[in-house]
């Protein structure tokens, strides 16, 4: 019976190992041009060139797919690097973000951040790992500059990155099409004057 079994598997067509990754992107790049509303397995098979059978056989439901590729695709890509300077940190932060927004990945997340609102019941689980991530930078960064002495003790973590995200994501939804390319230019001053005007807010800075 094993044989058979051995030889019944080596006469079907090998996995592909990289299903996984083609069908996150895929599946990245469909959502952020047409949402949860026009998001279909079909729609990613066919920009993934995979059979729908092949991500049925790895995803149950688009939900999960959509999950997985929001978890796994491109994640490093906002991060809080360590310099040892906080405003170094928080500047750089920014600027990644800016980069980020002018993404596929980087649109797509900020869609579902919204659409995760009209559709909490669907779209919660793939944006509870990028809440997550995105607290627990915070916090880690704020610890490390705290007890550097850079910032004072009390420092409100979720306070602080609002004040950063924030502009930078009203900036770029609020820039008229012709001039998109305009926050991307300009990114390193922007995000100079983004973290300044952060770091002397007296409500997030406690004493």
């Known amino acids: 019976m094993a044989a058979k079994a051995h030889a019944e598997v080596q006469r079907g067509r090998p996995a592909d190992p990289s299903i996984e990754d083609r069908a996150g992107r895929a599946a990245i790049a469909v959502y952020s041009e047409v949402g949860w509303g026009g998001f279909t397995i079909d729609a990613v098979a066919a920009r993934a060139n995979v059979g729908k059978a ?3 056989r790895r995803w149950a439901s688009k939900q999960d797919l959509l999950t997985s590729a929001m ?14 300077d906080v405003v170094t940190d928080l500047e750089q932060l920014a600027k990644d973000l800016i980069v980020s927004l002018h993404s596929t990945r980087g649109l797509a997340e900020l869609r579902l951040q919204i659409e995760a609102k009209i559709y909490p019941e669907i779209l919660d689980p793939a944006m509870d790992t990028i809440r997550a991530d995105w607290m627990q930078n915070a916090r880690e960064c704020i610890a490390r500059a705290v007890a550097r002495r850079q910032l004072p003790a009390g420092t409100s973590a979720g306070l602080l990155f609002d004040a ?30 983004v973290v300044r005007l952060a770091l002397n807010a007296p409500e997030i800075l406690a004493p």
């Open 71 to 84: 978890r796994m695709v491109d994640r490093h890509q906002v991060g809080i690097k360590d310099t040892g």
């Open 164 to 193: 950063i995200r924030g502009p930078i994501i009203n900036r770029f939804l609020l820039a008229p099409s012709d001039k998109a390319s305009r926050l991307l230019d300009d990114r390193r001053e922007f995000s100079r004057r």
């Open 54 to 56: 092949a991500l049925y």
